[in-house]
């Protein structure tokens, strides 16, 4: 079977289009709630800003991977928002960051961030969050917080009593 020349190109130009058409720059969106860890500047030929989030429950750390997101290079609007992630990665705040993420050839070339998820709105949640001693009782000198104690109970062994 001979396939012309014009069809061949007139199928590559179709399924071009078939792809460039199936980005979404909304896929999925989203909220995050824990402590800045990383925010940074970077890139070769594009700089972004980046930055990792230790995820919380109930003001406890999670142990999974922290969450990686991205500041869109193709805003120009999003200035005061990195000034208060600078702000809190310094203090220590605990953040809501409220966040969407694209999919296909949006960000093939990593040209607007190195993650798919990119920043909407960053909510401070707590300033106090790194340093507890600050809004207890204790704040007054006359203690201090010296370990933290993890209690696992087996549920088995209350059945047995």
Known sequence: MNIG??????????????????????????????????FTSKGVWWDSWEGRLNMTQTGMNTSGEPFSFSFDNDRDDQDSLINL???????????????HEVWGLKNFFHNRGETDY???DVTVLDKDFANP???????????????TIYVVIDKSELKNR
């Open 85 to 99: 992630m600078k702000q809190a990665q310094v203090e220590g705040w605990k953040l809501k960051i409220r966040y």
């Open 133 to 147: 001693l600050k809004r207890s009782a204790v704040s007054n000198g006359k203690g201090k917080v010296v370990d």
């Open 5 to 38: 020349k014009k069809t061949l190109l007139s199928l590559l130009v179709i399924g071009a289009a078939m792809s460039l058409s199936s980005c979404k720059e909304n896929y999925s969106n989203g909220e995050k709630v824990g402590n800045l860890i990383e």
């Open 118 to 120: 990119f920043v909407d």
